[in-house]
């Protein structure tokens, strides 16, 4: 079955960077599209970007434009979402998600990491 | 950027069939994902592609779509459906993804 294992909760001091990785197991890791989504405390998802695991291609969104960036390793089916110049806004659980087959787009997120609790804190 | 709209909550008492909506511009040329959200957990889809139902999701569960309004209906509702749901669609004219800001359904 798919399996998308997040790594552990972070507390990182405001200007620092922090990376999150997500391994993909169960499936055809370079087929499926990945998303990330965060989610502040008390608040709604947030979709931060994509990734296509097969040519490593990305896509952002404007509010993360510069300070994300979403890589992939294919040799052991994970990929990083790295965000830089943390602020204490940034403190939210971030999860992956998987997409749909490459190259369409349309589809559901059809399974979910756990998700990692990144705190920004002085 | 595109902008997908839910009321922030919805009540309704055990047995009865609640509805959330989510509104968009141009709603009605895009496909249409819902997840239901439980505390402390990730998201789960209940509904893609407008109006199809995954594999293991109750039939109570159901998706349609009216020029641009989308709503998730859910019948005889349970204790257990007690969550947040989320409207998401992809903007093609963007390349990018958006949520509703979500609905929070208490059952009574």
């Known amino acids: 079955q798919v399996q998308l294992v997040q790594s552990g909760a972070e507390v990182k001091k405001p200007g620092a960077s922090v990376k999150v990785s997500c391994k993909a197991s169960g499936y055809m890791f370079i087929s499926y599209y990945m998303h990330w989504v965060r989610q502040a405390p008390g608040q709604g998802l947030e979709w931060m970007g994509i990734?296509?695991?097969?040519?490593?291609?990305?896509t952002y969104a404007q509010k993360f434009q510069g300070r994300v960036t979403m890589t992939r390793d294919t040799s052991t089916s994970t990929v990083y979402m790295e965000l830089s110049s943390l602020r204490s806004e940034d403190t939210a659980v971030y999860f992956c998600?998987?997409?749909?087959?490459?190259?369409?787009?349309?589809?559901?997120?059809?399974?979910w990491g756990q998700g990692t609790l990144v705190t920004v804190s002085s | 950027s595109y902008v997908l709209t839910q009321p922030p909550s919805v009540s309704m008492a055990p047995g009865k069939t609640a509805r959330i909506t989510c509104g968009g511009n141009i709603l009605g040329s895009k496909s249409v994902h819902w997840y239901q959200q439980k505390p402390g957990q990730a998201p789960v889809v209940v509904i893609d592609?407008?109006?199809d139902r995954p594999s293991g999701i109750p039939e109570r569960f159901s998706g349609s779509k009216s020029g641009n309004t989308a709503t998730l209906t859910i019948s005889r509702v349970e204790a257990g459906d007690e969550a947040d749901y989320y409207c998401q669609v992809w903007d093609s004219s963007s390349d990018h993804h958006v949520f509703g800001g979500g609905t929070k359904l208490t059952v009574l």
């Open positions: 990734i296509n695991p097969s040519g490593g291609s990305t």
């Open positions: 592609y407008d109006s």
């Open positions: 998600a998987r997409g749909t087959l490459v190259p369409s787009m349309e589809g559901s997120f059809d399974s």
